[in-house]
């Protein structure tokens, strides 16, 4: 039975920080590379970060890049998102997912086969 369980999501201001935790189970977790994604109401699903399964490359959108940092510690099966600066238009659902399709480019939704139940992030203004 795979799960991912992400956590630490909430209400912050803008200009604020939050850390996002997702805990995986039941996965090959070292062998897998591992992504964020985040859904607005009414928006599509949109990459956010992903890292390699060796921690050797990370991956950000044009939007977070600079603001948010991914990291993984393979050690607790587990990924974090750092999110710095944070804007109002960063307020959505945030997935965590596990990387199963290699063929697919690293920031697709095509390349996950594992998600989480999505943590909610609100940035007031």
């Known amino acids: 039975q795979v799960q991912l369980v992400e956590s630490g999501g909430g209400l912050v201001q803008a200009g604020g920080s939050l850390r996002l935790s997702c805990a995986a189970s039941?996965?090959?977790?070292?062998?897998?590379?591992m992504g964020w994604f985040r859904q607005a109401p009414g928006k599509e699903r949109e990459f956010v970060a992903a890292?390699?399964?060796?921690?050797?490359?990370?991956y950000y959108a044009d939007s977070t890049k600079g603001r948010f940092t991914i990291s993984r510690d393979n050690a607790k099966n587990s990924v974090y998102l750092r999110m710095n600066s944070l804007k109002p238009e960063d307020t959505a659902v945030y997935y965590c997912?596990?990387?199963?399709?290699?063929?697919?480019?690293?920031?697709?939704?095509?390349?996950?086969?594992?998600w989480g139940q999505g943590t909610q992030v609100t940035v007031s203004s």
């Open positions: 039941g996965i090959t977790f070292s062998s897998r590379a």
């Open positions: 997912a596990a990387e199963g399709r290699f063929a697919q480019p690293i920031r697709t939704i095509g390349r996950y086969d594992y």
């Open positions: 890292v390699t399964e060796n921690s050797g490359s990370t």
